[in-house]
C-alpha cells in the first residue's frame, strides 16, 4: 500500500510550538482525526525527534523562545534524505505578506496564520499530504546540464551528488517535466501551491533555478515564457 493510500492513522505528524495550550490542544485535535502525534515545545526537542523518528509532515510555530519556526526550517532542509524533505507547516501569528514569503524561500510548504479554525488546519494538512505523495508522477529521467531530475524517485543531482528537494519543489518539476518544452499557465503551477496568486511558485522557481542552474539570472533550463508562466527545457 502507497504512502497516498495509508490509512489516517498511519500518517505521523510532529506538532511543535512552545505554548503548552496550543501544543495540547493541537495534539488532542489532530489526534482525534486520527493522527499519530508527537509534540515537542521547542527547537531542540524537535531536532532530537526529527532526528531518530520518521515524520509525515512537522506543524511548526513561528514566534518561539530561543530557536524560532523559521530557524528550524532551514535546518532540517539541510538535513540529508527523507527526513530533509518532510513536509512543513508554518503557524504564524505573523500578518505580513514578507514573512509568509520568508518562510516558503526557506522551504515551508504551507502557512497558516492564528488565530485560525481547527477545520482549516486539518484540511491544509490533508492537502499537503495529498500533493507530497503524489500518485502519478511523470516516468522517466531528464538531463539538466550538469543536473539529472529523476521524476519516478523525485530526486535531484548535480555534478552527481544529489540536492536537496522540498516536496513542493518536487511537484512543481514533475508537472514541468510532464510537457517538456512546453510552457504551463503559471495559475496552473499554482493550484497545486500554498498561494493560488502564484507567487508560492515564483519563490519555488527561484529556489530551484540557484540549484539547477549555472547562472540563475539567465536560466538555461527553467525558463520564465513572458505572460504565460514557466517552461522546462532539459537537453
Partial sequence: MSAADAP??????LVVDDDDRIRDLLK????????RVTAAAGGSAA??????LDFDLAVFDV???????FSLTKWLREQRGQAGRTPVLMLTALGE?????????????????K???????????????????????ASGALR????????????????GEPVKLTEAEVLLLRHLARTPHEAVDRLELAR????????????????????????????????????????????
Avoid: W
Fill in 63 to 69: 514566534m518561539m523562545p530561543g530557536e524560532d519556526g
Fill in 47 to 52: 531536532r532530537r525527534l526529527l532526528a531518530t
Fill in 97 to 113: 505578506a514578507g514573512n509568509r514569503i520568508e518562510g516558503l524561500k526557506l522551504g515551508a510548504d504551507d502557512y497558516l496564520g
Fill in 28 to 35: 488532542e485535535y489532530l489526534s482525534r482525526a486520527g493522527f
Fill in 144 to 159: 539538466l546540464g550538469r543536473c539529472l531530475f529523476d521524476t519516478d524517485r523525485g530526486e535531484l543531482t548535480c555534478d
Fill in 192 to 235: 497545486d501551491s500554498v498561494d493560488p496568486s502564484g507567487r508560492a511558485v515564483d519563490v519555488q522557481v527561484t529556489r530551484l533555478r540557484r540549484k539547477i542552474e549555472t547562472d540563475a539570472k539567465s536560466p538555461r533550463y527553467l525558463q520564465t515564457v513572458r505572460g504565460v508562466g514557466y517552461r522546462l527545457a532539459p537537453d
Fill in 8 to 13: 489516517p492513522r498511519s500518517r505521523h505528524l
Fill in 115 to 137: 488565530p485560525f479554525e481547527p477545520e482549516e488546519l486539518l484540511l491544509r494538512i490533508e492537502a499537503i499530504l495529498r500533493r507530497s505523495h503524489d500518485p502519478q508522477p
